[in-house]
């Protein structure tokens, strides 16, 4: 099996490939390296199984040229977006861009050369602030970002093309996922300000935003298990981590392992970027029944990746 991992050099993507070429499968990865970094994939650049093509998913031909190649993938796992939610609200043009045309083009293409597998990292920033344990079939969807939109609008495209043109899609919806390599988010963001100044941490919002946080390792077990499992043409499943974690909590963890006796100091408003979701919870028993399970709990998943990143050194 070859498999496009698009956003290979990102966050999630990185993990994903070190994932797929344990498993048998070769890769090519793709990332036009906006956030993703050369060295979060450095360590597999020497293997005849993989192969590292910068590139941006816009360019059309580009495109054309990887999916007609006569070893082209048999399937494509596509991660590559705009991640950064904050910086979506700020330019309008970021997640349509990079979340909703990187994903019309790459259906356009596939359809075109006929590869007809497809996995999709969503997000439950499609629900925005919806109440009670969400599960998948949970409406109506009214997102409170663009990110989220741009998502939403990615997903009705890839309903279409799973149902009426036969890409068979798996789309997975998941929360915040923590762990080493990542490019944005809570913990990366206190590890570098408790860097640039050791004795105090400021936290955006009042820090009462509580999530259920999943560990990246955990994460990529679930898209394999479902890859493998779920037999639909359009199957979608939401992973998320169990138990919940305050932004307070996780500013503890980082201060107590980076900085230990640096004063926190909170905002006031209850979240901490415009379009940000304070709290939520996900159901997550269809890919329960599947045979997944998270092996560490939302707390234990922060703890996890803040000694990753600070051992890893990102
Ligand atoms: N990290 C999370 O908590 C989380 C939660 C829900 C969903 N997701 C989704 O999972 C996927 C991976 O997220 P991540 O956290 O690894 O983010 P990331 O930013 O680390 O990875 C995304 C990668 O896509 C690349 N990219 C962006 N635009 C591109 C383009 N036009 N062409 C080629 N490459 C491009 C970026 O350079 C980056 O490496 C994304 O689709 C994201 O929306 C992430």
């Not at 580009?62 to 950064?84: I, K, T, Y």
């Not at 939403?152 to 997975?172: M, N, R």
Request: glycine residues 8%; negative net charge; proline residues 3%.
């Amino acid at each position: 099996m070859h498999a496009l991992v698009t956003g290979g050099a990102g966050f999630i993507g990185s993990h994903l490939c070190d994932r797929l070429l344990e498993k048998g499968y070769r890769v090519t990865a793709i990332d036009n390296l906006h956030l993703g970094r050369m060295r979060n994939i450095d360590h597999l650049l020497e293997r005849s199984d993989f192969r590292f093509q910068k590139m941006d998913m816009l360019d059309r031909e580009g495109m054309e040229q990887l999916l007609a190649a006569a070893d082209r993938p048999d399937a494509v796992f596509h991660l590559a977006a705009n991640s950064d939610i904050a910086a979506g609200n700020a330019n309008a043009e970021l997640d349509l861009q990079l979340n909703q045309l990187t994903t019309t083009t790459l259906l356009a293409v596939m359809r075109k050369h006929g590869i007809d597998r497809l996995f999709f990292a969503s997000t439950s920033a499609v629900f925005g602030e919806a109440e009670g344990n969400i599960h998948e079939n949970h409406g109506p969807l009214r997102p409170i970002s663009l990110y989220g939109a741009s998502k939403l609008a990615a997903e009705a495209y890839l309903s279409v093309y799973a149902l009426s043109f036969g890409i068979k899609t798996l789309v997975l919806r998941f929360p915040n996922v923590v762990g080493e390599r990542s490019t944005h988010g809570a913990i990366h963001d206190f590890i570098n300000r408790l860097k640039a100044d050791p004795t105090r941490l400021q936290v955006l919002g009042n820090g009462m935003q509580t999530k259920p946080y999943l560990y990246v390792g955990d994460l990529v077990d679930a898209i394999l298990l479902a890859w493998d499992k779920a037999p639909g043409a359009y199957e979608v499943f939401h992973a998320s981590g169990i138990g919940e974690t305050s932004v307070r909590d996780i500013a503890e963890i980082v201060v107590s392992k980076v900085a230990a006796g640096a004063a926190i100091e909170y905002g006031s408003e209850d979240r901490g970027w415009l379009g940000d979701v304070p709290r939520f919870s996900y159901d997550i028993s269809r890919l329960v029944a599947l045979g997944w399970s998270p092996k560490r709990k939302s707390t234990e998943a922060v703890e996890l990746a803040v000694e990753r990143i600070l051992a890893n050194g990102f």
